[in-house]
């Protein structure tokens, strides 16, 4: 094992720095390979700070030129520097100009942080540590200063110039070169530095803000693709009016820009004034992008916008308070789309990727708290646990508090904190003091780390009519944490008649319920109703109102009941899918026994009521997507067997779609579109119930099934019902599958972002050729290991969307993926790091997968010279 590795960063150590900068005055000379930066610093010694303390600024593979202070040169045994860090040893004790310049060549940065090229066109990411990787500085977001940035560049590779804040000055240069300044009157921490420099085409469009502030609006584009540019535009518009109606928060710049690149590695970057976007969450039309993709950039463009408050004016003290901004702006995009759209569909797409994507890491080694206490890189943490599990908390905050005192809360927080780096702390007092509630007890949320599950029982007196709920919770233990406390559990809850009707809800040893409403704060508690006049079925965790596993005996019949009759959508939802996971789990027992799985009429018939009677076809779509894989994998838990798995659920699959044929293939007729496409909710939940009916359709009656999904691939007039149609072909092998491939591979050479679905829905196929195939698509003109989004549709589509295939018994998956990682790492560490993630879940697997892994971990790990960002995930995979 390495002992080279990182030292460990801790919360606990936070002191404030000794010097702030208050002004950065950057001229930014770009150059292809030589790119020169000169940073004028304005800096004072920290009020607080150690009085004579050397000034460590950070640096990251920097090449220092020069450096002044108060303009004269500074004597070389005046400093220290190198590639990774400069420090005036004796600075002086009263503010100072600090004069530093470096030399980049972004050309042959491809980490993608900090100043780099992408087609051409230069960027920057500076989110977490970037800005270091420009100019010397105290890299660190409690350190605020105000920019003004002047970037110069040959006008013909860069005709366009964007900073943070407002334009200023423009003007051109001898010798073909041009230059633009802009200047940001709000001070941001370093990570919110953007500039771009490029040949790029322009969406305008522009916003008055309710106090009259006329904002000019710009998305920026690959030349040619304007016309794909029209629904972020339209998307930054709905964001920018919700939040001032919601949350009182207006724009304060009088320009907005929004540049699209396709070299990234996350999905976008809310630097002040000037987002950088992943180019797949701006472009889209309706030949190239999904209803799913619509979903994405309408949900993405509004959360970088809304950081603009909850981010930028009110940014994080250190990084361990990541959720603090994550979190926080994760809660408010999925409310605001929850506005847009169906919001209890939208609620029940939020918790399929919370139980996807966090449950799964919160149960396995790489399991850490919403605020971690320690790091020894910080780009690992930006993970479903931060932002999805920080989105859950919030919203449970504002259960517990109730709405207006949420609001309140809301609105002192944006007014005290406005313009600070704040804590978890700062943002809890506000609510503390709105509500007038102890949130101590709360807080535990963001410090103890691991899925909450909550056991129920209950016990119906007929004699006494009475229902007791008997509640009892547990955290099982996590690394670092081996002992767990009970937390606050806001659980929303109704009784349900046999017959559907809603039950009164008359506690007879506790206060009313308000709302609905029962706090579980202890290890164990039990609520007592009266007057209940028959034994109700318990509606528990309405709207999942909190984050945990909920684990109460129902049986089919009461499963039955919730489904039909619930007033609850979301436990409508998951009535059904507890029956389908019930049925799963059988059937995987069977298939491990060598027994054949018992059906279940009952379910498919509800199924098929469901279909018969819908008016919310996106909710039936829900519905319709039993679980996954992954799904039946969580729930099992240990000793996992991904064959077994798959087995089991398409024996399950081909059952239920036998059983509703006719009632699935009378839904696919009666939901055709008549009308021209339209990225709007109701037309794409159309689209959805319509494409899951075919999907199961295929798998019950494949002879039924499988040339509807050919003609829909052939005539499909949108991409929506393209990639559903290549979606079931890709279940079916066979010439028919292989030629629908080929026409869609050709058809799309040129399109990359079209091109990464095709490579996703190969690289997903359940069946052994697949790792070959993916192998064979490697060597694709239309793939590089390069881009992000071309390894992540590929590599990433295969690691983390087949389970049984990444996990096969001989190894050969982790092998490949093993090797993918080696030899990114080099490249793009963070990006690496991602793939590897793929393992978190490895010791949850039967031995002989289990020890197949542990085996690649452990060749990852003997590499000499990784990346902090790879061996931190390794080390912790293993410990
Ligand atoms: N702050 C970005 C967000 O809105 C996340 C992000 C974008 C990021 N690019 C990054 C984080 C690069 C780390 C590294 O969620
Ligand atoms: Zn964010």
Redo the contacts with the bound molecule.
């Keep these: 094992m390495r002992t080279d590795a990182a030292p460990a960063i801790r919360l606990e150590d936070y002191r404030p720095a000794d010097y702030l900068i208050d002004t950065v005055e950057l001229d930014v000379r770009l150059d292809p390979a030589r790119t020169r930066v000169i940073a004028e610093l304005g800096v004072r010694p920290h009020p607080a700070g150690r009085v004579g303390a050397p000034l460590a600024l950070d640096g990251d593979e920097l090449t220092l030129v020069s450096i002044a202070l108060d303009g004269l040169a500074l004597s070389p045994n005046a400093y220290e520097a190198s590639a990774q860090g400069l420090t005036l040893i004796s600075p002086p004790e009263r503010p100072f100009r600090l004069t530093i310049e470096t030399q980049l060549d972004p050309t042959s940065n491809t980490k993608l942080m900090g100043l780099y090229r992408s087609s051409g066109v230069y960027c920057t990411q500076c989110e977490a540590e970037g800005f270091r990787r420009i100019t010397y500085f105290l890299d660190r977001p409690d350190v605020m200063s105000v920019y003004t940035t002047r970037i110069e560049a040959d006008a013909g590779d860069a005709p366009v110039l964007l900073g943070n804040g407002n334009p200023g000055a423009r003007g051109v240069l001898p010798n073909g070169r041009h230059f633009a300044v802009w200047s940001d009157p709000h001070p941001k921490p370093a990570y919110l530095f953007a500039l771009v420099g490029g040949r790029l085409g322009r969406v305008g469009g522009e916003f008055t803000t309710r106090s009259g502030r006329r904002v000019e609006l710009g998305v920026y584009v690959e030349p040619g693709k304007e016309d794909r540019a029209g629904y972020a535009m339209d998307a930054l518009i709905r964001s920018m009016r919700w939040d001032e109606e919601t949350f009182g928060c207006e724009y304060d710049l009088d320009v907005f820009n929004i540049v699209a690149v396709s070299d990234f590695n996350m999905g976008a970057m809310?630097n002040k004034g000037l987002n950088i976007f992943n180019d797949k969450y701006v472009l889209a039309s309706s030949e190239t992008a999904t209803d799913a993709d619509y979903a994405a950039i309408e949900a993405i463009i509004a959360?970088?916008y809304f950081?603009n408050w909850t981010?930028n004016r009110i940014t994080c003290r250190d990084w361990f308070q990541l959720c603090l901004?994550?979190g926080l702006?994760?809660f408010r995009d999925q409310e605001f789309s929850a506005d847009q759209r169906s919001r209890p569909v939208k609620r029940i797409a939020d918790v399929r990727t919370l139980r996807a994507q966090q449950f799964a890491e919160d149960s396995g080694p790489l399991a850490h708290p919403v605020r971690p206490s320690t790091y020894r890189e910080i780009n690992n943490f930006y993970t479903a646990t931060v932002?999805e599990k920080g989105a859950e908390l919030i919203r449970m905050l504002k259960t517990l508090v109730g709405p207006e005192a949420f609001k309140a809360g809301m609105d002192l927080y944006l007014n005290r904190c406005d313009g600070t780096a704040a804590t978890v702390e700062d943002f809890l007092a506000c609510f503390a003091e709105a509500s007038g509630m102890d949130l101590s007890h709360f807080s535990l949320w963001y410090r103890q780390s691991g899925t909450p599950s909550v056991a129920v029982r209950s016990h119906y007196d007929a004699q006494a009519r009475t229902l007791r709920l008997d509640f009892a919770q547990s955290t099982p233990p996590t690394p670092g944490q081996p002992e767990k406390s009970p937390v606050v559990i806001p659980i929303r809850l109704g009784l349900v008649g046999r017959g559907g009707a809603a039950l009164a809800l008359t506690p007879a040893d506790h206060e009313p319920l308000a709302e609905g409403l029962f706090v579980l704060d202890r290890t164990a508690d039990s609520i007592t109703f009266r007057d209940v006049p028959v034994v109700p079925v318990p509606s528990l965790l309405r709207g999942f109102s909190a984050p945990v596993r909920l684990e109460q005996e129902l049986s089919s019949e009461d499963l039955l009941t919730l489904f039909r009759h619930d007033e609850d959508p979301f436990n409508r939802w998951q009535a059904a899918q507890s029956y389908a996971m019930r049925l799963m789990v059988r059937a995987v027992e069977a298939v491990r026994s060598q027994t054949t799985p018992e059906l279940d009429p009952a379910f498919a018939q509800a199924l098929g009521e469901l279909l018969a009677h819908t008016e919310d076809h996106a909710f039936a779509a829900q519905v319709m997507a039993l679980p996954s894989e992954a799904d039946v994998a969580r729930e099992l838990g240990r000793d996992i067997d991904p064959d077994a798995i798959l087995a089991a659920r398409k024996t399950l699959r081909a059952h239920v779609g036998s059983a509703i044929s006719e009632q699935l293939a009378r839904t696919y007729e009666a939901l055709a579109s008549r009308e021209a496409y339209a990225p709007t909710a109701q037309a794409a939940g159309r689209r959805a119930l319509r494409n899951a009916g075919l999907d199961l359709l295929a798998a019950g009656d494949p002879e039924r099934g499988v040339p509807l999904a050919e003609a829909q691939f052939a005539t499909a007039d949108n991409m929506t019902d393209q990639i559903a149609a290549l979606g079931v072909l890709a279940q079916h092998p066979g010439p028919a599958r292989e030629a629908a491939f080929q026409a869609f591979g050709e058809r799309f050479s040129s399109d990359p972002l079209v091109l990464d679905k095709w490579f996703g829905l190969q690289a997903a196929i359940a069946e052994t050729g697949t790792l070959d195939r993916v192998r064979g698509l490697m060597r694709h003109p239309g793939f590089s290991l390069s881009n992000p989004n071309r390894t992540r549709a590929l590599i990433g589509a295969f690691a983390m969307a087949n389970l049984s295939q990444f996990h096969r018994a001989d190894g050969a998956g982790y092998a490949f993926l093993a090797d993918i990682v080696l030899q990114l790492d080099g490249a793009n560490p963070q990006l690496a790091a991602r793939l590897l993630g793929a393992f978190r879940t490895w010791r949850s697997l039967e031995p002989v997968r289990r020890g197949g892994a542990e085996t690649e971990l452990r060749r990852i790990a003997s590499r000499e010279g990784l990346s902090t960002d790879v061996s931190d995930i390794v080390t912790r995979s293993l410990a």
Excluded: R
């Design positions: 809310e959360h970088e950081h981010g901004k994550e702006t994760v932002y």
